[in-house]
């Protein structure tokens, strides 16, 4: 379906969640720029919350995430009171500006928390910050659902869901250490829809070791008839001398670079086949989905949650490690829980690194948006020129077109979206980052 040139892939590149990506965050953003961008919010400024809680009642060997078990008690509670004491402080900052239109939690694993626990965070958040009229999303292991949480979730009217499900395959299930019958993700599945969610994203992995086509194609079958709204189908990045975890998975297990290409081109067709709407590279969606019908209009974004249809300018993250996006800046709070609990208490912001983001960040990275989400982008002739050069490969294999003053990724094209948008990332010539492969 699409042709494979392994030259045009071998060079790692981001997933550009964000321009300029988390590589370029430095400790000479931190707090004080936080503390600006959140004095700049007006009244009339659209915000979205993102909720880190970086706990797991089972920790998977393929993840990449900031998480770590939640096997003591009383660090769990020790760390939501810290996040109680950082929604005072930046409601503090907020001083009632800004409209809260969606909250999100994620982690980790939200429902690694108990559900009273939750009650009471999220009854933080609407009494501090004002968002009592947000749209609510959340992720979950579905290993650790039980009947409280879903009472929780219907009591607090939470819309949106994301089940981390990666393959239905058991020997594969038991290669990357997440075990989950497909009996569990069926109850899961139906005790939500009853819970009131109405928008149901899976989570699935290709690249897994011991994945063959026929494993995926079994997966995405199941996946299909339980017929969830999203599907996320990732690439499995195996970086074991940065996450310790993914030692315990087997390197000579996994496939190769072809045999990863094929496997993506493979779920590309069978979830498009069956009536999901691509968006992107990786993503899917049903066409009555807001996330499609954001991609049919041109109003898909990225950040740090990926896709999104969410138009807000300022997204707020909370927690550890949690990133938040001004317009002027992108900031990280303190990555470890004890620091970063240390911080709050003492009614300071938990930012610590980050990155301004200039004039020239601001077009470079609306074009690499542009060309991910709608696969075409426009600028004047002088900046293509500057990268005309770097997109001959893709324009001579026939992936890329471009014009005086457009660049457009042709249907072959498609998986080398990222290397495509990276010819317009400023800093990968010297960036120290470790990303994964573009398949």
């Not at 769990?76 to 109680?84: G, H, R, T, V």
């Not at 696969?375 to 001959?392: K, W």
Request: net charge neutral; glycine share 10%.
């Amino acid at each position: 379906m699409w042709p494979y040139y392994p030259d045009l892939l071998e060079r790692p590149v981001p997933r550009y969640t964000s321009y300029p990506t988390a590589a370029e965050f430095t400790e000479a953003v931190g707090s004080s720029v936080q503390s600006a961008a959140l004095d700049a919010v007006t009244s009339h400024t659209d915000i979205s919350l993102y909720v880190h809680i970086p706990y797991c009642q089972e920790i998977c060997w393929y993840c990449g995430c900031n998480t770590g078990a939640a096997n003591r008690s009383g660090r769990i509670a020790s760390y939501l009171d810290a996040l109680e004491d950082e929604i005072h402080v930046v409601a503090r900052h907020l001083g009632g500006r800004g409209r809260v239109g969606r909250i999100a939690f994620g982690g980790g694993s939200p429902n690694a928390i108990a559900p009273l626990a939750f009650v009471r965070l999220l009854d933080r958040i609407v009494t501090e910050l004002d968002a009592a009229g947000a749209e609510i999303s959340i992720e979950l292991d579905p290993r650790s659902l039980d009947e409280a949480w879903y009472d929780v979730l219907r009591d607090t009217r939470v819309t949106r869901a994301s089940l981390g499900v990666q393959t239905f395959t058991p020997h594969i299930q038991q290669a990357i250490g997440r075990i989950q019958p497909l009996a569990m993700i069926e109850q899961a599945v139906g005790r939500l829809r009853d819970a009131g969610v109405e928008s149901l994203n899976f989570d699935l992995m290709y690249g897994l070791p011991h994945q063959h086509l026929a494993d995926l194609g079994t997966t995405l079958a199941e996946a299909i008839r339980l017929a969830p709204e999203r599907i996320a189908l990732f690439g499995y990045a195996h970086l074991p001398s940065l996450i310790a975890r993914q030692q315990r998975i087997d390197g000579q297990a996994l496939p190769d670079g072809h045999k990863r290409f094929e496997q993506a081109a493979h779920g590309f067709k069978i979830l498009t086949a069956a009536g999901y709407r691509a968006i992107g590279f990786d993503h899917f969606a049903r066409p009555s989905d807001p996330l499609a019908i954001a991609g049919a209009q041109g109003r898909l974004h990225r950040n740090f949650q990926g896709f999104t249809d969410d138009p807000a300018g300022v997204l707020i993250g909370l927690g550890a490690s949690a990133i938040s996006q001004f317009p002027g800046a992108i900031i990280q709070n303190e990555k470890m829980a004890g620091r970063y609990r240390m911080l709050v208490a003492a009614h300071q912001l938990a930012g610590r690194r980050g990155v301004e983001r200039h004039e020239e960040d601001h077009w470079r990275g609306k074009i690499i948006e542009q060309l991910l989400c709608q696969g075409e982008a426009r600028m004047s002739e002088d900046r293509l020129s500057r990268v005309r050069h770097d997109l001959e490969p893709f324009v001579e294999k026939g992936l890329v077109r471009c014009g005086p003053t457009f660049v457009r990724l042709l249907p072959a094209g498609l998986p080398y979206a990222r290397a495509v948008a990276s010819c317009f990332d400023h800093y990968r010539a010297f960036s120290k980052g470790h990303f994964s492969h573009a398949v």
